[in-house]
């Protein structure tokens, strides 16, 4: 799993600074918004996932971006949601769903699937091998990520934590 989260799992940190900060800044988001969009046995679901998460982040006000720390953000965001459903879609019977979680200081993603493997980055990492850089990416651009198995034993829940643009 990751280890570049700078303070404990489920301490999100100090409250970010935007006492300056634009009326469109991520910290107008509604503490603890979920979106929900239902992938099970859904054609394209890459693209209408990251299709989601792009309205998501509009919605809550990354998108369009007031500043290039923001539109990283973003770009981080939709990346590795990419990465997460294919993944899916590769190694685990497809996606069932894809969850986003946003505060003012964290988005959360989950990719839930019925698989049961565990993703991992590819050791030794090869940069210019073909594939296999998906949870290598993650790793890089996620304060912290994980694997939840369902209680019931049938699939998992990959999440992955990023930073709100400051």
């Known amino acids: 799993m990751s280890t570049t989260r700078p303070?404990?799992?489920?301490?999100?940190?100090?409250?970010?600074?935007?006492?300056?900060?634009?009326?469109?800044?991520?910290?107008?988001?509604?503490?603890?918004?979920?979106?929900?969009?239902?992938?099970?046995?859904?054609?394209?679901?890459?693209?209408?996932?990251?299709d989601f998460a792009r309205q998501a982040l509009h919605d809550w006000g990354w998108l369009p971006a007031a500043g290039?720390?923001?539109?990283?953000?973003?770009?981080?965001?939709?990346l590795v949601v990419s990465e997460l459903?294919?993944?899916a879609c590769l190694h685990a019977e497809g996606p069932e769903e894809l969850r986003l979680r946003c505060s003012a200081k964290v988005l959360r993603l989950e990719v839930?699937?019925?698989?049961?493997?565990?993703?991992?980055?590819?050791?030794?990492?090869?940069?210019?091998?073909?594939?296999?850089?998906?949870m290598f990416i993650v790793q890089r651009l996620c304060l912290d990520w994980g694997v939840v198995r369902n209680p019931d034993g049938a699939g998992k829940t990959v999440w992955a934590e990023l930073a709100a643009p400051s």
């Open 112 to 134: 839930t699937d019925l698989g049961a493997g565990s993703p991992a980055p590819r050791t030794p990492h090869r940069a210019g091998r073909p594939g296999g850089h998906g």
């Open 68 to 78: 290039a720390d923001q539109r990283a953000a973003a770009e981080d965001v939709l």
């Open 7 to 50: 303070y404990p799992p489920g301490d999100l940190g100090p409250d970010p600074g935007n006492a300056g900060a634009a009326a469109a800044s991520p910290a107008t988001v509604p503490v603890g918004q979920v979106r929900r969009l239902r992938l099970a046995g859904a054609r394209g679901a890459v693209a209408r996932a990251r």
């Open 85 to 87: 459903v294919t993944n």
